[in-house]
T-cell receptor
């Protein structure tokens, strides 16, 4: 199993550009989420999904869109990149629902710089 | 603002000593988890404690939960150089499916 994969590993954008961060998992996990981590800070939840076809907003959803058309993939779209979106983005998955004792698995992260 | 706040923000101890980190949260929770993050890497799950539990152990880790004070602590006993990392608590509010992270504690172990 590859686990949770994220692409690209690094990305540099200019202000106003759009792009999609990819997250894929091969563990058949229902729950997936996106976090951003700014330097020296904790993780802030952007969007999450409890299953295919269902998404919801986290703490900091503005400027980001998500979709969950399949169980395996959970792409994060930046609509019009801004320097404030410079961060490391982590995708995470969990087998069932968060109320269980299942472990949350994290991808390796995408380091995004917006100039 | 984040659901959880951690204290201290940074901690430096001698190898072999115990390290204690604290986490406070704002709303009632279903469970609380602790994670470790080595510099520049992804997060690794350490331990989960449910709201109806008060203490859990895993190897050198001990986690306590006080729901009346909305706080949790992580104790690492007999610290090692390899324990140098950032540690985060993450809580699942009772009313939502969002897992919310605290601000983290940077732990440094001196040889």
């Amino acid at each position: 199993n590859a686990g949770v994969t994220q692409t690209p590993k690094f990305q540099v954008l200019k202000t106003g550009q759009s792009m999609t961060l990819q997250c894929a998992q091969d563990m058949n996990h229902e729950y997936m989420s996106w976090y951003r981590q700014d330097p020296g800070m904790g993780l802030r939840l952007i969007h999450y999904s409890v299953g295919a076809g269902i998404t919801d907003q986290g703490e900091v959803p503005n400027g980001y869109n998500v979709s969950r058309s399949t169980t395996e993939d959970f792409p994060l779209r930046l609509l019009s990149a801004a320097p404030s979106q410079t961060s490391v983005y982590f995708c995470a998955t969990l087998k069932g629902n968060p109320t269980s004792t299942d472990t949350q698995y994290f991808g390796p992260g995408t380091r995004l710089t917006v100039l | 603002s984040q659901q959880g706040e951690e204290d201290p923000q940074a901690l430096s101890i001698q190898e072999g000593e115990n390290a204690t980190m604290n986490c406070s949260y704002k709303t009632s929770i279903n469970n609380l988890q602790w994670y470790r993050q080595n510099s520049g890497r992804g997060l690794v799950h350490l331990i989960l404690i449910r709201s109806n539990e008060r203490e859990k152990h895993s190897g050198r880790l001990r986690v306590t939960l006080d729901t009346s004070k909305k706080s949790s602590s992580l104790l690492i006993t007999a610290s090692r150089a390899a324990d140098t990392a950032s540690y985060f608590c993450a809580s699942l509010p009772s009313s939502a499916s969002k897992i919310i992270f605290g601000s983290g504690t940077r732990l440094s172990i001196r040889p």
